[in-house]
């Protein structure tokens, strides 16, 4: 298929081998908005804000989402997205021929690619008068995956084609993708049935809502040995915060409640153990109906230096990200330099340092260094890097939900 550089929206499937500058495979609107502004001088990125998790149907079962491709694609855009990864369980179901599939075998995921071009090159509705109506919202959209087994756990898939990784066995399917420079995010780490607060097990009750799958990602439970084959994990999932924020005062009698502070105390220990970069996400995990959020939401941000799809993934793979409220865009501004000459890191990078490193930020935020909280700063502090020449990593977190991923030193 045709393929472009920019343009008003976006798709694409293909592995990042094959997407480089403008041999991105996508699809793109008619409209054509102004090129996107380039990185400013000083090296620092545009950000914009997404969603990581959105399931449709189909290529998922009747019922399990309410979201068509179309539908999906328009709710996003009309709550302000920039771009949205579309991770259904079934796209990687081989479809049989039918009209929908334009009568030929489609995997689940060529499906997704086939209803969003569709959709994005509609034209938009005209006005009242009959003349056409203005462009539609800028939007990137990414067909993904949700690789669902029951252990070690789901997997979200993003930036490959199915067709790469469909016949491979297990943990080869997304080792392939981390490999081919793709997105493996480990999906809802810590949501599973917990303990709560009597009253909001009796709202689950009287809705009829039901979160009793254990949907937990085991080897961070000590269950087998983890496979390592993914570079990411969903923190800020939307259903695990709100089960977080609901019990706000009670933590300490119901503990596992605190789905997302566990979530981002296991990224914290991993990166430290693994000495790896570890992209922290953020998903709606929406389905547009409960138990499950509602609407895609901003859950996280992501800086780069054009509106185009191989620079929203090369982004995301390189932990250019924030997440949290409005995707935690306010901790944007986390940088760093250090007592190496020349040496300096935006959120996701690495610097070299030999005894000190410069962190600064806007405001006021508290510091976390190697996945402990030192204190609340105003607009930045200096780090001893101890021992001389060691491998530290830094984040910070604002005021309203808005968190950094790592800065690291010594990488």
């Known amino acids: 298929m ?3 550089a920019q343009g008003v929206a976006s798709l694409a499937t293909g592995s990042p081998r094959a997407t480089v500058s403008v041999a991105l495979p996508g699809v793109h609107a008619q409209q054509v908005p102004p090129a996107p502004k380039a990185p400013a001088a000083d090296g620092r990125f545009r950000w ?18 309410t979201y068509t491709v179309a539908s999906a694609i328009e709710r996003s855009r009309g709550l302000g997205l920039d771009f949205v990864i579309l991770t259904p369980h079934d796209a990687d179901v081989s479809l049989p021929p039918s009209s929908e599939t334009g009568n030929q075998p489609l995997y689940g995921q060529e499906l997704v690619e086939r209803l969003a071009r569709t959709a994005l090159q509609a034209p938009p509705p005209p006005l009242p008068d009959g003349k056409p109506g203005p462009a539609p919202r800028p939007i990137l959209v990414v067909p993904g995956w949700e690789f669902t087994r029951p252990w070690p756990g789901h997997l979200g898939l993003s930036f490959f084609k199915m067709e790469d990784v469909a016949k491979l066995q ?24 917990v303990k709560m607060t009597g009253i909001f097990e ?24 983890d496979p390592l084959s993914w570079n990411a994990i969903e923190v800020w999932h939307e259903r695990s915060v709100l089960v977080q924020k609901m019990h706000t005062s009670q933590a300490e009698q119901f503990p596992d409640t605190q789905m997302a502070s566990d979530a981002i105390a296991a990224w914290d220990r991993s990166v430290r153990e693994q000495r790896r970069r570890i992209v922290a996400v953020g998903g709606s995990d929406c389905h547009g109906k409960l138990p499950y959020a509602m609407v895609p939401m901003k859950q996280v941000a992501v800086g780069v230096a054009t509106f185009t799809l191989e620079a929203l993934r090369e982004g995301l793979v390189a932990g250019r990200v924030t997440f949290g409220k409005d995707g935690g865009l306010a901790a944007s501004d986390f940088a760093a330099t250090s007592d190496v000459a020349g040496q300096r890191a935006d959120i996701g990078g690495t610097l070299r340092a030999t005894s000190e490193v410069r962190l600064t930020w806007s405001g006021r935020a508290t510091l976390v260094e190697d996945g ?7 607009g930045g502090t ?9 491998f530290h990593t830094w984040r910070i977190e604002k005021p309203g939900d808005a968190y950094s991923n790592m800065i690291h030193a010594n990488l």
């Open 2 to 4: 045709e393929a472009h």
């Open 48 to 65: 914009i804000a997404g969603d990581v998790h959105v399931h449709v149907t189909p290529p998922d079962a009747a019922g399990h989402s």
């Open 170 to 193: 297990g943990d080869l399917k997304p080792e392939t993708v981390v490999k081919g420079g793709g997105l493996v995010v480990v999906n809802h780490p810590f949501f599973r049935p």
């Open 202 to 225: 009796k709202l689950m009750s009287r809705g009829g809502l039901d979160w009793s799958g254990d949907w937990r990602w085991k080897p961070f439970f000590g269950d087998g040995k």
């Open 372 to 378: 402990v909280r030192v204190g609340e700063f105003e």
């Open 382 to 390: 200096t780090r001893k890097v101890t021992p001389a020449g060691s």
